[in-house]
C-alpha cells in the first residue's frame, strides 16, 4: 500500500511539472511573412520558433508576423527581436493588430513589422515570440531580446523614387550612362563620365559595383539646385539660395549641401568632441532649422523646413594608428566611409561610445562628412588621400567641385580630442580646435525621396534643378 501511495504521488508530480512547464511556456504558433514591396510572401513557417531574415546594408524590410493562440486560454504577448548587428524593428502604425496586448484562445494575431538596417554590413535579425504566463500573466523577456516599442509610419505622397523625383532623375541619369571602372585604394568603382556621377559601393569591394551610393565627383558638375526659396513658384538665384547635390544614398534620399557658407562658427564652444552636445549641432538644429536667432535671414524658411528628411548621421572616427598606419596619412575616401559609420568612437576612441556619446544621432541638419569630400574628387585626376590633397598642386583641389578656400568644418570627430575639417588649401585636417577656434559652416541635409522637381532644368550652373514646394 505503501509503495502504491508513493508511487501515485510520484506521477502526481510529474504531472504537476508539466502543467507548471505548459503554463510556463505558453504554447502559440507563430510565422514571419515578409516582403521589401509590400506584397506578402511566405518565409518561414515552423511554428513555435524564432524567425530569422536577413537585410542588406542601408536598406528596410517589411514583414507580417503572424501569432496564433493554440494555448487553452488568454495569455499575454509581445514581438522582440535580436540582430547580429544594431538593426532596428518598429510596428507599423496601421499594422491590423497591436504588437503587444492579449492574445485569447484560438486567436490569430498579424502583426506588421519593419526591419532597418542602417549599417554599411548585412544584418541578420531574430524576430520572436515573448509570452507570459497563463490567464495574462507578466511577459517572460529572454535575455537578448529588444521588444519592439516603437511605431513606425509609412510616408504618404510618391513613391520613393517615382516618375517626376529628383532621385529617380539622378538614378536614371547614372543607370543610363556608360561607365568606366576606375580604380582608388584598390577598389573599384563605376564612373559615368559624361554626367559626373560614380557609385561608391558602400567603401567596401565587398559590395558590387552598383551596390552604394551614387555620387557627383568633379571639378563642377551639374549638381545645382535651388533651396530655401522665398517662392517655390517663382525660383531664381535672387529668390532662392543655390546649393548642390551630393548624391543619392541606397534607400533613394538625396544629399545636399550649401554652396556657401554660413558664416564661421565653433565646432563645440565647450571644447568636447561629441557631436550630439556640441553647439554647432545646437545652432543647426535651433536657430537656423527654425529660422530664428542669428538665423532669421539665412535660417531655414517655413516652407522649406518640411522638405527636410530627419536622417541618421554616423559619429565614428579614427584611432592615430587608423591615420597614420606606418607614419603617413593611409586614409582614403573608402576607410573614412567604414570608420564613420563603425566606429572606433571617442572618448577612448574604442567599439563602444563613451559615457555620454552615441554612434549616431537622427536629425535634420548637420555637416559633410570625410567622405563626402574625398568622394567629390574626380579619382582620375587625384588619384591621393584627401591629407595629400594639398601636396598635389591643383591636381585634387580643382577636380572636387565640394573645395572651397577657406577652412571648413567636417563632422566627424579625431583622435586628437578635436574634429575633422578642410584646409584652406584643400586637404583633410585632423586637429581641428573645436572650441578654439571658427571655421566655415555649409549646412548639409537630406531631402525625401519622394522629393519631386519641376521638368526641364539641367543642374548646371545656369539652370539649377527646381523642387515642387
Known amino acids: 500500500m505503501k509503495k502504491k501511495k508513493i508511487i501515485f504521488i510520484s506521477i502526481l508530480v510529474v504531472v504537476i511539472i508539466c502543467l507548471f512547464g505548459l503554463l510556463y511556456n505558453t504554447f ?37 508576423y503572424k501569432l496564433f493562440n493554440s494555448n487553452k486560454g488568454t495569455v499575454n504577448y509581445a514581438v522582440g527581436y535580436s540582430s547580429s548587428s544594431v538593426s532596428k524593428v518598429k510596428v507599423y502604425k496601421d499594422s491590423e493588430d497591436e504588437v503587444s496586448g492579449l492574445i485569447e484562445k484560438h486567436e490569430y494575431k498579424y502583426i506588421k513589422l519593419r526591419i532597418i538596417n542602417d549599417t554599411t554590413s548585412q544584418d541578420t535579425v531574430t524576430i520572436s515570440t515573448v509570452l507570459g504566463y497563463e490567464n495574462g500573466g507578466e511577459l517572460i523577456v529572454p535575455e537578448g531580446v529588444t521588444l519592439v516599442t516603437e511605431e513606425y509610419e509609412k510616408v504618404s505622397g510618391p513613391p520613393p523614387c517615382g516618375e517626376g523625383t529628383l532621385c529617380k532623375y539622378i538614378k536614371d541619369l547614372y543607370t543610363n550612362a556608360y561607365t568606366t571602372p576606375v580604380e582608388n585604394n584598390n577598389i573599384e568603382y563605376n564612373y559615368a563620365e559624361e554626367v559626373n556621377l560614380m557609385n561608391d559601393r558602400l567603401g567596401s569591394s565587398d559590395i558590387n559595383e552598383d551596390g552604394g551610393n551614387i555620387r557627383y565627383y568633379g571639378a563642377d558638375p551639374d549638381n545645382y539646385i535651388y533651396f530655401n526659396c522665398d517662392n517655390y513658384s517663382s525660383q531664381s538665384s535672387s529668390s532662392c539660395e543655390t546649393w548642390r547635390i551630393i548624391g543619392v544614398t541606397t534607400d533613394g534620399r538625396v544629399k545636399i549641401i550649401k554652396d556657401e557658407s554660413i558664416g564661421s562658427y565653433l565646432w563645440n564652444g565647450l571644447g ?73 568612437y571617442p572618448p577612448n576612441w574604442s567599439d563602444t561610445p563613451g559615457e555620454g556619446y552615441k554612434k549616431e544621432i537622427q536629425a535634420k541638419i548637420g555637416l559633410m562628412y570625410p567622405s563626402d569630400y574625398g568622394y567629390g574628387v574626380d579619382f ?10 594639398y601636396y598635389e598642386g591643383d591636381n585634387c583641389t580643382t577636380n572636387d567641385y565640394l573645395f572651397k578656400s577657406e577652412y571648413t568644418w567636417l563632422l566627424t570627430p579625431s583622435f586628437q580630442g578635436d574634429a575633422f575639417v578642410v584646409s584652406g588649401y584643400g586637404n583633410i585636417m585632423d ?35 527646381q523642387l515642387v514646394g
Open 380 to 389: 582620375e585626376q587625384c588619384t591621393v588621400n584627401p591629407y595629400d590633397f
Open 272 to 344: 568636447e568632441d561629441n557631436w550630439e552636445t556640441a553647439s554647432l549641432n545646437t545652432e543647426l538644429n535651433g536657430a537656423y532649422l527654425n529660422g530664428t536667432g542669428d538665423f532669421t535671414s539665412n535660417g531655414i524658411k517655413n516652407n522649406t523646413r518640411n522638405m527636410i528628411e530627419e536622417s541618421t548621421w554616423y559619429l565614428g572616427g579614427f584611432t592615430e594608428d587608423d591615420v597614420y598606419g606606418s607614419g603617413e596619412p593611409v586614409v582614403y575616401p573608402d576607410k573614412f566611409y567604414q570608420h564613420e559609420r563603425n566606429g572606433p
Open 28 to 64: 502559440a504558433t507563430d510565422t514571419l511573412l515578409g516582403s521589401n514591396n509590400e506584397n506578402v510572401y511566405n518565409i518561414e513557417l515552423n511554428g513555435g520558433q524564432n524567425k530569422t531574415t536577413t537585410v542588406a546594408p542601408n536598406s528596410s524590410k517589411t514583414v507580417i
Open 431 to 465: 586637429n581641428g580646435p573645436l572650441g578654439d577656434e571658427g571655421f566655415a559652416v555649409r549646412p548639409t541635409l537630406y531631402l525625401s525621396s519622394s522629393q519631386t522637381i519641376q521638368s526641364g532644368h539641367t543642374g548646371a550652373s545656369n539652370d539649377p534643378f
